[in-house]
């Protein structure tokens, strides 16, 4: 893979970052589809202003191999997410597709039928216009790492002792850590590799468990208070339409109360390692 080239969009984001670190260092050239440049730009790194809304230069797609897209616009974000993604992303795999660039998509264990929230609705309608055959599409679970929904897990149980439990925190969780996540995309790309690929540790826990495992590495006594979900749903509602904002959206309470399990055994035995589990990988991350 020395010396190929790999577009990723959402190149600032959590996920986005990761990846342009992980290539880089893997020697790639790596084109960084940012909406604002960084205040301290990587080295190695070709940035290129970039947005869902607009059609990216085709001058981006020459000599690149591989295109990663995790750029996402969230509906809390704008309104016209749905239309802005969905829109985004079919371009997107059209360009991708007229220079024979391979496209991996990063969607979500969200995404699925049932879901509710606009995120998982979103990201399933996006899986849809792909080509199982040609294209490849990541599910990722739960990833964990310095940046996104478990650092802010992390944060919360750090300052308080009393956890409320939305739904009794019997939500189901299956993790991966951000390091597995880029392997997991690098070995995809070595063996050329096509198809959907939900990606996590094997074994399912619940939110609660998940509480308890931070406590416990942090040598912390927590306690918990079951709260229903319609309450805390219709509080988040009221906030939001009085502009006022809360540690937690609306959309986030959906995305949590459908969250689903899924088997990855098949594909994390073909992709040749098994995800570290949840407890290593808060090791990792609270032992720094």
Not at 82 to 103: F, P
Request: charge should be positive.
């Amino acid at each position: 893979m020395n010396k190929r080239s790999v577009i990723i969009t959402g190149a600032n984001g959590f996920i986005g970052s990761a990846l342009v670190d992980y290539f880089c260092n893997k020697g790639m050239h790596v084109k960084a589809f940012v909406r604002r440049l960084p205040t301290l730009p990587k080295e190695r790194v070709e940035y290129c202003l970039y947005s869902l809304e607009k059609t990216p230069n085709e001058v981006y797609f020459e000599s690149v191999d591989y295109f990663i897209h995790c750029a996402f616009v969230k509906h809390d974000v704008d309104k016209n997410s749905d239309a802005i993604n969905l829109k985004g992303t079919s371009l997107l795999l059209k360009l991708c597709r007229k220079h024979n660039v391979k496209m991996v998509f990063i969607s979500s264990f969200s995404a699925h039928s049932e879901a509710m929230s606009h995120y998982g609705k979103n990201k399933f309608e996006c899986e849809k216009i792909f080509n199982l055959s040609t294209d490849v599409v990541i599910k990722p679970g739960l990833v964990l790492g310095d940046c996104g929904f478990a650092s802010e897990v992390i944060s919360f149980v750090k300052k308080s002792n009393v956890i409320p439990l939305i739904g009794g925190g019997k939500q189901p969780l299956q993790t991966l850590h951000i390091n597995d996540l880029c392997l997991a995309i690098d070995v995809i790309m070595e063996n050329a590799y096509c198809g959907l690929f939900s990606i996590a540790e094997t074994h399912v826990l619940t939110m609660k468990s998940f509480y308890k495992e931070i406590g416990a590495i942090l040598n912390k006594k927590i306690f918990f208070i079951p709260v229903p979900f319609s309450i805390v749903f219709w509080i988040t509602r009221s906030f939001e339409l009085l502009k006022l904002k809360l540690p937690i959206s609306s959309e986030s309470l959906l995305g949590l109360k459908y969250l689903i399990s899924i088997d990855t055994t098949k594909d994390v035995r073909l992709l040749g390692f098994f995800p570290r589990s949840y407890r290593d990988s808060l090791q990792l991350i609270l032992k720094k």
